[in-house]
């Protein structure tokens, strides 16, 4: 099994539908991602499938269902899950979410958003080192999108820098979630850009996302149904600068293409990557 | 954000409960009109993910039924018997029920029944089945008394007529083996070599696996299935249980006793 960090190249998601390609011709992605959750099942095809191809590539677990900005603590049987599943998959990465999406018993199955306050904060940083105590390991802590703001006392970048000083943990730089969050807010995304903690930084996700009409004029919504929109590989070059290369992943998690579409798509951010070192270099 | 809060969003995403929105408009920073759109976002986003989460877990189902009518009865389902946990593995082993608690034919039900076996066989635990060598190095005296442990990745399931067939010509599951469709009211599934397999059984041969799924030895399952089937095959039945791997193991003696 490849134990290496993961390069500062593009990855991908890993989808089912893309098993029989991956065997087909391995290694022609740097390394995926995985979501946490759907490999919770004791055994068959998904571990099969993974375990093969974990054999060839760096990987990242991505959980979306910890619920770290929850009002309860994180669930002990999930948190053991995603313990096992880090101790069986030895990932380069593993990450969660800046959000809630459990109350009272339910999963709501969305990320929900917080308000950015000392309380929601104070809870956060609990559970975030709840999880990293599990888990023996820092994990990165991704930015949401954001359809509404709920009376912040701060900014989303002071709130993270905040969780990472106080906990350890890492930024999960999502440059998609950051246009998403600014068109429907009415912020500037280079602003939030510039507020994050961006040293603490270890790998950003980019996607597509789309516009709907509504009576309140038009939303962004963070759908990974599509490729990434040009603002957004804008900022992706703003990020890269302040950041340095970092893995990069390309999110595509509804209406997937071809393995070979989504592997162009990690392709264009191989070339800004790219871009970027030279012009670090010059 | 406090947890009642959290609370009020939660009961406005889910169940669009409007004095929960109002304590939502109270807290948002942003226009009324806006809240309300961001709030319906996370409602359909809530709603069409679980359904989409329902459908993959009930393709059979989805195939058979119109595209309104699964997305209700998954409102439905939804509403009445949300995921607890956010791995949707997990999720809806009761939906069956509440089909037929909807008064939906009984061919749909069984339908349902049949994806949520092939679901559960799929994903089940690795475990390396009971071989007939391990069985016949048993002495004849503990062989009638062993009692089988079933295998992790083994359902048997019992049909009404035609609801096999309709099941297997749907074809909408990944990792199926390919079999030709073939009605049956008695079925094992299972995941003898890393897919999906299904096995006809009649019904002297269920009886003889279901009692013995349910912990009973062989001699008491032998004395079932031959109560149902007078001509029932002990050693054709046995043969083709094991090569399905319906079994993980024989419980050691001093459990028997």
């Known amino acids: ?282 | 954000m406090s947890p009642e809060l959290q609370t009020q969003f939660a009961a406005a995403v889910r169940l669009g409960d409007s004095q929960a929105s109002a304590a939502i408009l109270a807290a948002s920073g942003a226009s009324r009109e806006r809240t309300l759109a961001a709030l319906q976002i996370h409602a359909s986003t809530t709603s069409e993910t679980l359904t989409e989460a329902l459908r993959d877990s009930f393709p059979t189902v989805a195939d058979r039924l119109s595209a309104g009518r699964f997305a209700k009865l998954a409102a439905g389902f939804i509403r009445r018997s949300p995921p607890r946990q956010a791995a949707l593995w997990f999720w809806g082993d009761s939906f069956p029920d509440y089909l037929s608690e909807q008064a939906m034919p009984e061919a749909v039900v069984a339908l349902a029944r049949l994806d949520r076996a092939w679901h559960e066989v799929f994903a089940a635990a690795e475990a390396p089945a009971l071989t007939a060598q391990s069985l016949s190095a048993l002495p004849a005296d503990a062989l009638t008394q062993a009692v089988l442990v079933s295998h992790p990745a083994a359902r048997l399931l019992s049909l009404p007529d035609g609801a096999f067939a309709t099941w297997q010509r749907a074809a909408c599951l990944p990792g199926l083996a390919d079999e030709a469709p073939a009605d049956a009211a008695y079925v094992l599934l299972s995941r003898p070599e890393g897919q999906v397999h299904t096995l006809s059984l009649d019904g002297g041969e269920y009886h003889f696996l279901q009692t013995l799924h349910g912990g009973g030895a062989l001699l008491a399952a032998f004395d079932r299935a031959a109560a149902v089937d007078p001509a029932f095959d002990l050693q054709s039945a046995l043969s083709r249980s094991l090569a399905a791997g319906a079994f993980r193991s024989i419980t050691p003696q001093k459990d028997v006793r």
């Open chain 1, 1 to 282: 099994m490849i134990t290496d960090k993961i390069p500062p190249v593009a990855g991908v998601g890993l989808k089912p539908r893309h098993f029989a390609a991956i065997h087909a011709a391995p290694r022609r992605a740097a390394w995926f991602e995985i979501h946490a959750e759907n490999y919770f099942c004791a055994g068959g095809p998904p571990h099969r499938h993974l375990t093969a191809i974990r054999a060839d590539h760096p990987l990242s677990i991505h959980g979306i269902g910890l619920s770290l900005g929850g009002a309860a603590r994180p669930d002990r049987a999930h948190l053991d899950q995603l313990a096992a599943l880090v101790r069986r998959y030895e990932p380069a990465l593993v990450s969660e979410h800046l959000a809630w999406c459990a109350a009272d018993g339910v999963y709501l199955n969305d990320l929900l958003p917080l308000a950015y306050d000392e309380t929601t904060l104070e809870r956060f940083c609990r559970h975030v080192a709840e999880v990293q105590d599990a888990l023996g390991r820092p994990i990165l802590i991704e930015n949401p999108s954001r359809y509404l703001s709920l009376r912040d006392d701060m900014s989303e970048g002071e709130f993270i820098a905040q969780a990472c000083a106080r906990t350890g943990c890492g930024l999960l730089l999502d440059v998609n979630n950051i246009v998403v969050s600014a068109g429907n807010l009415g912020l500037n995304a280079e602003t939030i850009l510039a507020g994050m903690p961006l040293k603490r930084a270890g790998e950003i996700h980019l996607a597509g996302h789309s516009l709907h009409r509504t009576d309140a004029g038009p939303i962004r919504v963070d759908d990974h149904g599509s490729p990434v929109r040009p603002e957004v590989w804008r900022l992706y070059d703003r990020a890269l600068a302040a950041t340095g290369a970092l893995p990069t992943l390309i999110e595509w998690d509804n209406a997937v293409p071809d393995f070979a579409l989504l592997l162009a798509e990690a392709g264009k951010a191989d070339r800004r990557i790219a871009a970027s070192q030279s012009r670090h270099v010059a």
